[in-house]
């Protein structure tokens, strides 16, 4: 499961709650998937990879640059945000948002005990 980063409801939501998506919803997603992993092979053969260590690999970042790239990030930022107001919209009964009692930001789980921005734990 990817990390969720505090406060990124959309991440949020389609991670915890995917399962409301809609079945066009989730062919979206999967092409989505299937989109990324063809566009970063391309940008792995065109731009390489730096070594950020023993085991770990990560593109360059003109990679990053790339239109392609950006044109891809625009395209899935937009679903996200789409899909998870819908779902938010259409499930408020059942959807927990975990909020950190003491900075206010989203967790990173609905069950999380240990906020992911300024790290202090509650019970």
Not at 35 to 61: C, I, Q, R
Not at 111 to 119: E, F, H, N, R, S
């Amino acid at each position: 499961m990817p990390i969720i980063e505090p406060n990124d409801l959309p991440g949020y939501i389609l991670s915890h709650y995917g399962r409301f998506m809609t079945p066009e919803e989730a062919s979206e997603r999967r092409a989505l998937s299937i989109e990324y992993k063809e566009l970063l092979s391309e940008l792995k053969s065109e731009y390489g990879f730096l070594s950020a260590g023993k085991f770990t690999k990560k593109l360059p970042d003109e990679a990053y640059d790339d239109q392609r790239f950006k044109e891809y990030t625009v395209r899935r930022k937009r679903f996200f945000e789409r899909a998870s107001k819908r779902i938010l919209e259409e499930h408020k009964d059942v959807i927990h948002l975990n909020y950190c009692p003491y900075c206010g930001a989203l967790a990173r789980t609905p069950k999380a005990k240990q906020c992911g921005l300024c790290y202090k734990r509650w019970v």
